[in-house]
């Protein structure tokens, strides 16, 4: 445990002289690639946090979160979504981990040369019909069009733009040990849901993607358990690799229990049948959080009142050691590592 825990101190190394898939993946290969290209060039306080936004004090108190995200999921549409949903929901969430409440949105579009106006309609419209939902407005945005073939039919970038409350603080350094660790609900179904709808898998599954804005439940974990320690949302790489990178900022460990891990059956079949743990699976409408122990079963109620955390969970909590690790209580009874993959096993899924 030593050695292991003296390699991840170490400095994420950046291999290889062209960037790959998975660089993009959310694993340790991407952490390599912005610590040694982007943070390298643009290092700066608020930068160096590297969380899902910027945290920019105000004047008055409040501070300004601000986030931005690109979307080249594949296909545009799929079971439950599209990339318009997902343009919308994913920078509304960033905002609400950092604990803000989003306000504003930029959308960008770089469309290829023949794409169907219609779809590019409907697109739009399942953008503002998300917007609306979560309750911001998109207030300004660019189009750019570029040759057939440059941009596998359509890229959508969000920015956004929220306001965080006074006092209110999240960060997993203040994440300590003996606090809960909280999941809104089950995981996996969107990657699982893209990855079928792409149709070179001979698996047929009723998997929905769970896209969806997490902000009006962030509100009432919130109200329910103000010293809530930490926020995330689990998108590429999914609950482990987040659960990783919360070990890695804390400086504890993190104990997870397989059994209480909320996963619907579907998902867990097509995951055994295609090799892959549901925990490194990405979602896009769930959140974690870490909770101290005394308002960790408010938090619960609170999400479990609200339609989309009916099948929220404690999964874990945190440990003094082995620091810097997560385990896995597994359902036999013995304990496993849940290590950051290198990449992801079902690319281009947002």
């Known amino acids: 445990m030593e050695r292991i825990e003296a390699f991840r101190r170490r400095r994420p190394r950046l291999l290889g002289e062209v960037v790959t898939s998975a660089h993009g993946a959310g ?113 300004t945005g660019d189009t750019k069009v570029v040759d057939t073939g440059a941009a596998d039919g359509l890229i959508v970038t969000t920015a956004g733009v929220g306001l965080v409350p006074a006092g209110r603080q999240l960060s997993a350094h203040r994440v300590r040990q003996g606090d809960r660790v909280l999941l809104s609900g089950t995981i996996g179904e969107h990657g699982m849901a893209v990855m079928l709808a792409r149709g070179n898998l001979a698996i047929e599954a009723d998997i929905r993607s769970d896209t969806a804005a997490v902000n009006a439940l962030v509100d009432e974990l919130l109200a329910a358990a103000p010293s809530t320690r930490w926020l995330r949302d689990p998108t590429r790489g999914g609950v482990g690799t987040v659960c990783n990178e919360l070990a890695r900022d804390s400086g504890l460990g993190v104990l997870l229990d397989e059994r209480c891990l909320p996963v619907r059956p579907e998902v867990h079949g097509a995951c055994e049948l295609l090799g892959i743990d549901p925990i490194h699976v990405a979602n896009e409408g769930k959140f974690l959080a870490v909770v101290p122990p005394e308002q960790t079963p408010a938090a619960l109620a609170a999400l479990r009142k609200h339609p989309q955390g009916r099948l929220a969970a404690v999964i874990g909590e945190i440990t003094e050691q082995p620091a810097g690790t997560v385990a896995m209580r597994t359902a036999l009874g013995g304990t496993r590592i849940v290590d950051m993959l290198v990449g992801d096993p079902l690319p281009r899924i947002c």
């Open 27 to 139: 694993g340790s290969a991407s952490a390599a690639l912005v610590d040694a290209v982007f943070v390298d060039a643009f290092r700066n306080p608020a930068l160096e946090v590297l969380g899902d936004g910027a945290i920019l004090p105000l004047p008055s108190g409040e501070s300004l979160a601000f986030s931005t995200d690109s979307f080249v999921v594949r296909p545009l549409r799929f079971p439950g979504g599209s990339i318009g949903h997902l343009a919308v929901h994913g920078t509304v969430n960033d905002l609400a981990m950092t604990g803000a409440r989003p306000l504003w949105l930029s959308a960008a579009f770089v469309i290829e040369e023949g794409f169907p106006i219609d779809e590019l309609r409907r697109i739009a419209g399942d953008m503002a019909d998300a917007a609306q939902a979560a309750g911001v407005r998109v207030v």
